[in-house]
Structure formats: structure tokens, C-alpha cells
């Protein structure tokens, strides 16, 4: 199953800068994703979230440009280092880190 992300939903973070995520996402996401989805930071101020195996296929994306050029480099760098594994609770809660709070 392919899993888009799509729609527009109202959100609040609370005060431990925790989101949830709609349950019809939760709903979708593979086993093999075992709860766990990867945030990081996207273009235009956005974050960006991806369950795990969809994270797995960026990475190999990433993998494939090439690192000679340096707008590449510098690219797969600001994606990855921010990369962060959310496992989410039994209320579907993920604690948004406060290093990409400040960005979004």
C-alpha cells in the first residue's frame, strides 16, 4: 500500500511540543514501521514526516546523487542531520524536537 500524506488537518502542540497524528494515517502505516515515523526538515520552512519505510527509500534516494558537487552535499546533509526517529504513544502523540520547532 502507498501511503500519501495528503489532506489539510488543524493541529496544536501541547505543552510537552507533542503532535498527533490522524488516526487514518496510523491506521495505514505497515507493521514494519513498528510506530515509528522520521521527521526532519523540509523545504520552505516545512517538516517534513515519513513513516519509517518510506524514510528507508529517501535515504536511498539521497544515496544515489552524487556527493562530488557541492549543492548535493549540502543538501543531503540538511536533510539527514535532522533526521529524528518518533515512535508515537498509545494516543498517537509524537514529541516534535525543539531543533525543528525553531525551524517551522
Same mark, same amino acid.
Given at each position: 500500500?502507498?501511503?500519501?500524506?495528503?489532506?489539510?488537518?488543524?493541529?496544536?502542540?501541547?505543552?510537552?511540543? $507533542?503532535?498527533?497524528?490522524?488516526?487514518?494515517?496510523?491506521?495505514? /502505516?505497515? &507493521?514494519? @514501521? *513498528?510506530?515509528?515515523?522520521? =521527521?526532519? $526538515?523540509?523545504?520552505?520552512?516545512?517538516?517534513?514526516?515519513?513513516? /519509517?519505510? &518510506?524514510? @528507508? *527509500?529517501?535515504?536511498?534516494? =539521497?544515496?544515489?546523487?552524487?556527493?562530488?558537487?557541492?549543492?548535493?552535499?549540502?543538501?543531503?546533509?540538511?536533510?539527514?542531520?535532522?533526521?529524528?526517529?518518533?515512535?508515537?504513544?498509545?494516543?498517537?502523540?509524537?514529541?516534535?524536537?525543539?531543533?525543528?520547532?525553531?525551524?517551522?
Amino acid at each position: 500500500m502507498n501511503l500519501s500524506f495528503t489532506g489539510e488537518y488543524e493541529y496544536s502542540l501541547d505543552q510537552k511540543n $507533542r503532535l498527533i497524528i490522524p488516526a487514518r494515517f496510523r491506521k495505514a /502505516l505497515s &507493521e514494519a @514501521n *513498528n510506530k515509528t515515523f522520521v =521527521l526532519t $526538515r523540509g523545504l520552505d520552512n516545512c517538516l517534513m514526516l515519513y513513516p /519509517l519505510n &518510506e524514510w @528507508n *527509500n529517501v535515504e536511498m534516494q =539521497l544515496g544515489q546523487l552524487s556527493t562530488i558537487k557541492e549543492k548535493n552535499r549540502n543538501f543531503i546533509r540538511n536533510v539527514v542531520r535532522y533526521a529524528t526517529h518518533l515512535k508515537y504513544d498509545s494516543q498517537g502523540r509524537v514529541a516534535i524536537p525543539t531543533t525543528l520547532l525553531v525551524h517551522s
